[in-house]
């Protein structure tokens, strides 16, 4: 669907908090502008994103029209275990993008 | 002073009494109806108290289509004491939400971030709801000088 920018740390210390950065291109079309041909443009946001780790939801956010198009997140997390953080986008056509990362932790 | 202006003086003292009560029962500052509507339908009915949520944002923004916020909580993030969720409000935007955010205690730290869009200056409001249930908020308010809605 799209490309995406993660920024996780490839290592960390055990309970370190490590920031997390996550930004996909998508319009972020509004719904509210009016096209050339003087119709709304549909509505067509990324309506929902989740991060996981190893399989544990521990971050999700709802977005409105209202967040920027391309839309970036960060957020910060506890790096307890080695493993994957997944993402996931899913905007009002409902197409998901998925990406993971690797973190390891010493 | 005749009775019929007296009474109407003690009228408009009530009316004026009763503005005043309103006013102070409002948490924040006085905000157009639909962000307060917004926010009801998020706190529930819950007293939302200032303090512990901090909401970094420019003061003057050149370019309302992209808006870098930022929004920390005070918390431990602990399992007994986290932050469950993070909400953000507008008050001039066609909607009044912006975004909510669910953490956990796993995120170690209550931080988010993120870039969001305005279209007029105005007030934007962060609340936080805590594992024990009570609701924070903070507000800021930015200048915008080029909105993001101009080119339609």
């Known amino acids: 669907m799209a490309r995406v920018l993660i920024n996780v740390p490839p290592t960390a210390k055990r309970g370190q908090i490590i920031e997390i950065k996550a930004l996909i ?3 972020m079309e509004t719904g509210f502008r009016t096209g050339p041909d003087g119709n ?3 509505r067509n946001i990324i309506k929902r994103f989740t991060c996981n780790y190893n399989g544990e939801e521990i971050f999700s956010a709802d977005l409105f029209p209202a ?12 790096a307890t275990e080695t493993g994957l953080i997944a993402f996931q986008w899913i905007d009002d056509q409902d197409q998901v993008q998925l990406e993971t990362a690797k973190i390891t932790v010493e | 002073m005749t009775q019929s202006s007296r009474e109407a003086g003690a009228t408009r003292r009530k009316m004026l009494a009763g503005a005043l009560s309103v006013l102070v029962v409002r948490p924040a500052r006085a905000t157009p109806e639909s962000m307060a509507a917004a926010i009801q339908a998020f706190v529930g009915g819950v007293e939302v108290r200032k303090g512990r949520v901090a909401l970094d944002a420019p003061p003057l923004v050149e370019n309302g289509n992209s808006v870098p916020i930022k929004v920390t909580v005070e918390s431990p993030m602990t399992s007994q004491n986290f932050v469950r969720t993070v909400a ?3 008050e001039k935007n066609p909607q009044p939400n912006v975004a909510t955010f669910h953490l956990s ?14 279209g007029d200056s105005q007030n934007i409001v962060a609340i936080a709801q805590l594992s024990d249930g009570t609701f924070w908020s903070d507000t800021a308010e930015l200048i915008v000088t080029l909105p993001a809605c101009a080119e339609t």
Do not use: D, E, K, Q
């Open chain 1, 67 to 78: 967040i920027a198009a391309n839309p970036f997140l960060s957020f910060m997390v506890a």
């Open chain 1, 25 to 27: 291109s998508h319009p």
């Open chain 1, 40 to 42: 709304l443009v549909p």
């Open chain 2, 105 to 118: 205690p796993h995120c170690g730290r209550a931080m988010v971030s993120t870039r969001i869009r305005l």
């Open chain 2, 88 to 90: 953000i409000f507008n």
